[in-house]
C-alpha cells in the first residue's frame, strides 16, 4: 500500500516565525489533504491539493504530483497554530493513507 | 464545522461491553469512511461505505461491524470491547455524485474509553 512520510515529526517555533512541513509518498495519488488537529482533537481540513498550489491566509501548500512530495508552509505562526499537522493521501473515492504527523509547538 | 456529525463525544464503557457510535455525513454525500486514531497506531482507516454498500474494508477487527443506511447515516458497532479499543474514533464523508472533487471532511470524533 501507499506509504507516506511526514517530517520533521516535532517543531518548536517562536511566534511569528515561519516553517515548512513536508510530505512524501509512495505512489500516484489522486487525493491529498492537509489537517490540523487542535488540542480538542478535532481534524480540520487545511487543503485538499492532489496537484499545484494554493494559499489560505498565512497557510499555503504545493504537491508536486509528479515527483511524490508536498510541502506545506506556515508564515508568522501563532500560538493558535499549535497542534499536529497531517498530510494524508488516497486514490479518487477511496481511504486516506494518513502519515505519522508533524507535531507543531509555537511558543510566545 | 465540517457538516458531518458524530454522537456521542464521549463514551466511557467495561470491557467485554458493546457500544454503538453514530455518524451523520454532509448533507449530499454518499460515502462514509471510518477511522480510527489510537496513540499508538496513528490514523488508521476502518471502513468504508458508498450508498448503503460497503466499499472497502481496512483494519478492522471481526469483534467491529458498521452499516450505512437508506438516509445514509452510518453506525460503528464495537463488541466485546478490550482496553486496547481505547482511541478515538472519527467518521468522514465525501464524494457528492456527479463531483470529481473527492476531499473528505471529518466530524468532530467519539473518544470512546475502555476501563
Known amino acids: 500500500g501507499i506509504q507516506v512520510e511526514q517530517s520533521p515529526p516535532d517543531l518548536i517555533l517562536q511566534e511569528g516565525a515561519n516553517s515548512t512541513l513536508r510530505c512524501n509518498f509512495s505512489?500516484?495519488?489522486?487525493?491529498l489533504q492537509w489537517f490540523h488537529q487542535n488540542p480538542w482533537g478535532q481534524l480540520i481540513n487545511l487543503f485538499y491539493?492532489?496537484?499545484g498550489t494554493k494559499q489560505n491566509g498565512r497557510l499555503s501548500a504545493t504537491t508536486v504530483a509528479t515527483e511524490r512530495y508536498s510541502l506545506l508552509y506556515i508564515s508568522s505562526s501563532q500560538t493558535t497554530d499549535s497542534g499536529v499537522y497531517f498530510c494524508?493521501?488516497?486514490?479518487?473515492?477511496?481511504?486516506?493513507?494518513f502519515g505519522a504527523g508533524t507535531i507543531l509547538r509555537v511558543k510566545s | 464545522d465540517s457538516g458531518v456529525t458524530q454522537t456521542p463525544k464521549h463514551l466511557i464503557t467495561a470491557t467485554g461491553q458493546r457500544v454503538t457510535l453514530r455518524c451523520s455525513p454532509r448533507?449530499?454525500?454518499?460515502?462514509v469512511y471510518w477511522y480510527q486514531q489510537s496513540l499508538d497506531q496513528g490514523l488508521q482507516f476502518l471502513i468504508q461505505?458508498?450508498?448503503?454498500?460497503?466499499?472497502a474494508k481496512g483494519n478492522i477487527l471481526e469483534r467491529f461491524s458498521a452499516q450505512q443506511f437508506p438516509d445514509l447515516h452510518s453506525e460503528l458497532n464495537l463488541s466485546s470491547l478490550e482496553l486496547g479499543d481505547s482511541a478515538l474514533y472519527f467518521c468522514?464523508?465525501?464524494?457528492?455524485?456527479?463531483?470529481?472533487?473527492?476531499?473528505?471532511?471529518f466530524g468532530p470524533g467519539t473518544r470512546l474509553t475502555v476501563l
Open positions: 461505505y458508498y450508498n448503503g454498500e460497503e466499499r
Open positions: 505512489d500516484s495519488v489522486n487525493n
Open positions: 491539493i492532489p496537484s
Open positions: 494524508a493521501v488516497g486514490e479518487y473515492g477511496n481511504k486516506l493513507v
Open positions: 468522514a464523508s465525501s464524494v457528492k455524485e456527479g463531483q470529481p472533487n473527492n476531499e473528505q471532511f
Open positions: 448533507s449530499g454525500d454518499l460515502s
